[in-house]
Structure formats: structure tokens, C-alpha cells
């Protein structure tokens, strides 16, 4: 089990985190934006927060990568290098 990786998601902090096991930070990269847009379109959504967790000696604990960089980082970069890998998130029109 050791390194491996899931992405993590809170909708409505405090709440309890959602957790996913994932096979790579791409795969991780393309989780997040799903659950933004998923809380995009719900009204009860007030707040949410999302990273990205290895498994690391015994424990989970946050992902970095070799530059010290975070997933957030790390997909603010991809973007600007490649727009078209993500999919945009939902617009904010009427929310159900």
C-alpha cells in the first residue's frame, strides 16, 4: 500500500472528508475538478476544499511534489502550460 495515492474532499467544512483512491496525480487532477463541478451545481453548497494524500510510512498524509508543490500548484501550472486538460468547470448558472 505504500505510496499509494487518493484525493480528498470536503463539501460544507466541517464535514467529514470524502476520500477516493486514485492511480496517478493526473487521475487525481481530473477527481477534484469532477467534485467542484458536481458542488457547482448544487445550492446547499456553500463552501468545499479538496487535495491530494499518499500513503506514506503507515499513514496518509498530504502529497507534494519533488519541488514541494501541492496538487493546487501543480494544477494551477498544468493549466496555464494546457488549458485543454481539464474540462472547464460548470458555469454558475441556476443551481438545482
Known amino acids: ?5 487518493r484525493t480528498w474532499w470536503v463539501t460544507n467544512p466541517p464535514a ?6 486514485v492511480g ?3 487521475e487525481a487532477l481530473l477527481e477534484l475538478r469532477r467534485l467542484a463541478n458536481h458542488d457547482l451545481a448544487r445550492a ?3 463552501a468545499n476544499a479538496g487535495g491530494l494524500e499518499i500513503f506514506d510510512e503507515g499513514e496518509w498524509v498530504e502529497w507534494f ?9 501543480v494544477r494551477d501550472r498544468l493549466i496555464a502550460n ?3 486538460f481539464l474540462p472547464p ?8
Open 1 to 5: 500500500m505504500q505510496n499509494q495515492l
Open 16 to 21: 467529514a472528508a470524502e476520500h477516493k483512491l
Open 24 to 26: 496517478s496525480v493526473a
Open 44 to 46: 446547499s453548497v456553500q
Open 65 to 73: 511534489n519533488e519541488d514541494g508543490d501541492d496538487v493546487c500548484v
Open 82 to 84: 494546457m488549458p485543454d
Open 89 to 96: 468547470y460548470v458555469a454558475e448558472a441556476p443551481r438545482s
